[in-house]
């Protein structure tokens, strides 16, 4: 019984794999994607950050480490929009891990411009602000001024990406 068992798997596997290919290559008329892992030369970075939720600050630390791992530059994150909520002292308990996070990159080098204009638009202070942040004149010439220091310019959306996938295909969540 087993050898007929068998016999009968290996004949339904030889007919359905090329039908099983055929199927495939109907939903990849274009191929396969190449892969190109080239070496980044060193850059620098400037990002211009400016989100309406302080949460999304939670992926910008993500965008900024795994920019920095690449590029091997320096990194200036200039924020002007209701983001800097998350950077005033007063918030501290409500934004705390996004802060030490924020924290932790300019640790490592990583320099936070704060605009002064939208600032004070917001009601806060420099005074206001936690220490490792440098309020400078206006957010959108802080961006043209580092990009006029050759820095590469970065706008990053807070639109995660993880498990994306499994919108269109839940069945492939493992």
Request: hydrophobic share 40%; aromatic share 10%.
């Amino acid at each position: 019984m087993k050898t007929k068992l068998s016999a009968i798997a290996i004949a339904t596997l030889v007919v359905l794999v090329p039908a099983h290919l055929a199927f495939a290559d109907a939903f990849a008329p274009y191929g396969t994607a190449k892969v190109d892992m080239h070496k980044m030369p060193v850059t620098d970075t400037v990002f211009d950050v400016n989100y309406e939720d302080p949460q999304k600050l939670g992926i910008l630390y993500n965008f900024i480490k795994n920019t920095k791992k690449e590029t091997g530059g320096k990194v200036v994150v200039v924020t002007h929009g209701p983001e800097m909520r998350a950077f005033a002292k007063e918030n501290y308990a409500k934004y705390q891990g996004i802060v030490d996070n924020m924290a932790e990159l300019a640790k490592d080098g990583v320099e936070f411009k704060l605009c002064n204009n939208a600032m004070k638009a917001a009601g806060y202070s420099a005074e206001d602000m936690h220490g490792f942040i440098t309020v400078v004149p206006a957010g959108f010439p802080e961006v043209a001024y580092w990009q006029g220091k050759g820095y590469k310019y970065i706008n990053p959306l807070p639109l995660p990406v993880k498990d994306i996938r499994y919108i269109d295909q839940p069945q492939l969540k493992k």
